[in-house]
């Protein structure tokens, strides 16, 4: 099966990038080197563009010392944090302790195997490449758990369940969003999906998708407000409270990370990915992947966070029922124009989506509150 | 097999995000449920009270700058106020004006650190926080003009106010108050009927009319339940009988309420200042007290409504230059009485808002 497996990837492979010369390791070699520049490269920025923003936002500067601009602080604190003594708690879990980081990252950066960056140029142009994303971005979480857990402290613990219980339900609404733009695009691959956006992004066709995807994104990578699993005021730091150093770097680029792939998902499956007029296309797609994180730095210096049951009744309450009718419409769609959908059917998505979630919103209670305790 | 599971405790504080200070609270959780919470306080006693017995009367001041170091003014000023209730000393017409208005301004950049500290604890990563501190420091600014101080101002005097302002003084104030209601609708703006505010504040945290009069609390939390109590209308002292200003109460008691309540609350101020910067005389700042005060053998309690509520002063002489006896009724540590009923039930999250909607400071609970 194991060769069954391996052959069908090569051919892929080989089928892939139309332009390109030959060797299949070559364009593995080559292509594992993009993304990790690609992967390091947009953390980093992310996390400078992060702090400015919020930093011009609240009223601040951010920083803006190391190097021009500040560009550079990210690399300072980078060494900073590589110089830093490695902490174990006495009674952690030693094994665990050690392999939660990795656990957790690792996961984050496989993901972008599948994203093409240009027509066809992607490490590997999976036909099931949803399903890959979707599967591979919530392996993390075990490393999370894992974290949580072998750190023998409460509030890692409570962090760290918190997390699990969040993508366990946030996963509902993401594979419904995506279940709905694979059946207008026809494919599950992502290069399929883009080239599917030619005339339209999908964020037109699909705007109720976007709006959950968006929201189940956020979620899903601890972004605010839904970053409740490390929840500066409450739980100091969640999962990672014990951890310093090398291993803490690691949880940092890894949610950091998290984010990239997030934002690259968003964009290359609603935003029409590395299609764009003048600039090459892997810039439009770097162009729209910070357009995603801009829009997730905004709402982190906006809202307020929500509360545990509050965000799980978000989930399946809110979130839940509309990608189901997001599904079936899609679907009914589909049906009557089997050979692509005309694109007045863009007005008529826009306002049925707005129509749900006003509808929807109405009707949702939060739900919650005091406990009676014995 | 069978999962079992135990409520486990957890020690929040002393040193902790989001307790104010060192505030330290053993809370015993059921999964995300607080079942007991025990407050532990004590971790900033500076035995202030005792201080105060070795000093003169004068010389307490500055310790008074220290209970609630976000309102030093209130401070001074109760202690003040008891001073010369004891002594039965007079103050000059212009500096009760000052001291109104040094008050009210002091209200203001108190409730300005109150509410975006809260909003920090609902989660708002910083922005309404950072917001509220750019707002703090014109007022800070102000003060800075007057005292040279910008947290601990040692301001108020028995008989008066330490100095007089400077001449930039009022027209700088006139700057402060004509931007100051931008800056409070721009926050209202920004977070008033904010959906997730509203699910986490609204109905969380309620305190009975009953139980907040029970424990003495006062301030924004005995409001917010409805109580319509505010010592410069039901003991007016200063000369706060003179200016026009509403009292807001709350409905329901909940953390939203508290919230409001110390907005409209600055609005409120801001109107008080304005009236009497409009009517401020000249003259004197402070009548002619001696160096050393000996009040005659005696008792006087002198309050005030100062940002987290009632702050008073008893003070006992025994005829020397020095109180036989100082005692602090701290608003906060009254109020802090209601944590536990309040917060059992509710989970760790709603903890963090509840006990940031009362806007304690320690160092008043410690004394």
Known sequence: MLAGLSNNLVSHMKALPPDWPGNIWWHWVIFTIIILVFFLGSVIMFIYMERRVLGKMQARLGPNRVGPFGLLQAIADAVKVLMKEMVTPANADKIVYWLAPAVTFAPVVMVLAVVPFANGASLADLNIGIIYVVAI??????????????????????????????????????????????????????NDIVIA???????????????????????????????????????????????????????????????????????????????????????????????????MVWTRTTLPRVRI????????????????????????????YPDGIPWYFIFANIAVGAALVMLMSRFYKVGGGRVAVG | MTLRTEPFVINMGPVHPSTHGVFRMRVTLDGEVVVNLEPIFGYLHRGIEKLAEERTYTGIIPLTDRLDYVASMTNNLAYCLSVEKLAGIKVPERAEYLRV??????????????????????????????????????????????????????????????????????????????????????YER??????????????????????????????????????????????????????????????????????????EEMKQSLRIVEQAAKQI??????????????????????????????????????????????????PSLMNLTALRDMIVGWKVQDLIVIFGSFAITMGEVDR
């Open chain 2, 101 to 186: 208005i040094m008050s009210e301004l002091q209200r203001i950049a108190a409730h300005l650190i109150s509410v975006g500290s809260f909003f920090n604890d609902c989660g708002a990563y910083f922005t309404p926080f950072l917001y509220m501190f750019r707002e703090r420091e014109r007022i800070v600014d102000l003060f800075e003009m007057v005292t040279g101080q910008r947290l601990l101002y040692n301001y108020m005097r028995p008989g008066g106010v330490s100095q007089d302002i400077p001449e930039e003084f009022l027209p700088a104030l006139q700057e402060v108050l004509k931007q100051m209601p931008l800056y409070i609708d721009e």
């Open chain 1, 137 to 190: 971005s919530s392996l993390s979480s075990i490393g999370v758990f894992m974290a949580g857990w072998s750190s023998s402290n409460k509030y890692s613990m409570l962090g760290a369940m918190r997390m699990v219980a969040a993508v366990v339900s946030y996963e509902m609404p993401i594979v419904l969003a995506l279940a709905s733009v694979v059946l207008i695009a026809g494919s599950m691959s992502l």
């Open chain 1, 309 to 336: 049951d509050q965000l799980m009744s978000l989930a399946w309450k809110f979130l839940f029922p509309l990608g189901l009718i997001n599904l079936l419409l899609s679907s009914l769609e589909v049906l009557a």
């Open chain 1, 197 to 295: 956006q030619q005339s339209y992004p999908m964020l037109l066709m699909q705007p109720l998708a976007f709006f959950l995807m968006f929201i189940a994104g956020c979620a899903e990578i601890n972004r605010s407000p839904f970053d409740l699993m490390e929840a500066d005021s409450e739980i100091v730091a969640g999962f990672h409270t014990e951890y310093t150093g090398m291993k803490f770097a690691l949880f940092y680029l890894a949610e950091y990370g998290e984010a990239v792939v997030m934002s690259t998902i968003i964009a290359t499956v609603f935003l029409g990915g590395w299609r764009g007029p003048f600039l090459p296309p892997w810039l439009w797609l770097i162009l729209k992947v910070f357009f995603v994180f801009f829009l």
């Open chain 2, 281 to 330: 005389p000249g003259g004197p700042i402070r009548s002619d007290v001696p160096q050393l005060i000996r009040p005659p053998a005696g008792e006087a309690y002198g309050h005030l409504e100062a940002p987290t509520g009632e702050v008073g002063f008893y003070l006992v002489s025994d005829g020397s230059i020095a109180p036989y006896r100082c005692h602090i009724r701290a």
């Open chain 2, 190 to 263: 920004l977070l008033k009927d904010n959906e997730i505010l509203y699910a986490r504040a609204r109905g969380v945290g309620i305190l009975t009319k009953e139980m907040a009069i029970n424990i003495g609390a006062s301030g924004p939390v005995l409001r917010g339940c409805g109580v319509k109590w505010d010592i410069r209308k039901v003991d007016p002292y200063s000369i706060y009988d003179r200016f026009e200003f509403d009292i807001p109460v709350g409905t329901q008691g909940d953390c939203y309420d508290r919230y409001r309540i110390r907005i």
